[in-house]
């Protein structure tokens, strides 16, 4: 089954420099892809690059920026093919980000039949 692990985390946390945390990053996908568990994953653009589209009435409003204000934002994502929940939770724990946000884990809706 596939699981999405989404990252969120403060985009002004500074915990130390960037290239270290880069590295950590590029170690975890190093790992994951060697267990055959990754199956896809992107880094996003900050926040302030984001555009909200939403559809009132027939009617297109866009917003500049993220869909709701939080303390968190959105920064990537990896795909994960794993038996079951607890393998999932095992990998995603180890993402670097989960040290200081957080990762949202949830099963992708199968769509086929």
């Known amino acids: ?3 999405i692990a989404l ?3 403060d985009e002004t946390f500074d ?3 960037i ?3 880069l590295a950590e990053y590029q170690e975890f996908t190093d790992k994951v892809t060697a267990a055959g568990v990754m199956r896809g994953g ?3 653009e900050l926040t302030n690059t ?3 589209v939403r559809m009132r009435d027939g009617e ?3 917003s500049d920026g993220p869909f ?3 303390k968190e934002q959105l920064g990537g994502y990896y795909l994960f093919e794993c038996a079951d929940l607890d393998e999932a939770v095992y990998w995603a724990k180890q993402i670097p980000s989960a040290k200081y946000g957080s990762i949202e884990v949830r099963p992708i809706m199968p769509t086929d039949g």
Request: charged share 20%; aromatic share 8%; proline share 4%.
């Open 1 to 3: 089954m596939q699981y």
């Open 7 to 9: 990252i969120y985390s």
């Open 15 to 17: 915990d130390g420099p």
């Open 19 to 21: 290239e270290e945390l």
């Open 42 to 44: 992107d880094a996003l």
């Open 50 to 52: 984001a555009t909200t």
């Open 60 to 62: 297109l409003l866009l």
């Open 68 to 70: 709701a204000e939080t």
